[in-house]
């Protein structure tokens, strides 16, 4: 194992150590690649090393993603997926508020206060 590669693993540990922390979280504090995250996490949740604190979305909401903490809890189980229609009232939402914004920034030209 190299000095950089080690230096690196102890910044992952730190991560684990200061709370929890998603899979992503920890490859950014640690500057590892997500496959050697993902590689050290499974080896360390086998052992027992760490555990499935929480559940996250990921940034589109879709995807849940793995909370990691240190130590030997017991895993949270994996939430139940959002039924269709749940996803497609937000979808909905995201794109009416998409097209007020559009509507608003086009229209912004044309209230200018005179001077």
Same mark, same amino acid.
């Given at each position: ?51 499935? +604190?929480?559940? =996250? ?5 879709? @995807?849940?993603?793995?909370?990691? *903490?240190?130590?030997? !809890?017991?895993?949270?189980p ?10 497609? +009232?937000?979808? =909905? ?5 998409? @097209?007020?914004?559009?509507?608003m *920034?086009?229209?912004? !030209? ?6």
């Amino acid at each position: 194992m190299s000095r950089i590669n080690a230096i690196a693993i102890a910044e992952l540990m730190l991560g684990l150590q200061d709370g929890c922390h998603t899979m992503i979280e920890l490859g950014e504090m640690s500057g590892l690649s997500m496959q050697t995250v993902r590689r050290y996490l499974k080896l360390l949740h086998k052992r027992h090393v760490i555990h499935v +604190a929480d559940w =996250r979305e990921d940034a589109k909401g879709g @995807r849940t993603l793995k909370v990691y *903490a240190l130590g030997t !809890g017991t895993d949270m189980p994996r939430p139940k997926p959002m039924p269709q229609k749940d996803i497609c +009232a937000r979808y =909905r939402a995201r794109k009416r508020q998409e @097209r007020l914004m559009q509507l608003m *920034a086009s229209n912004s !030209g044309r209230y200018e206060v005179a001077a």
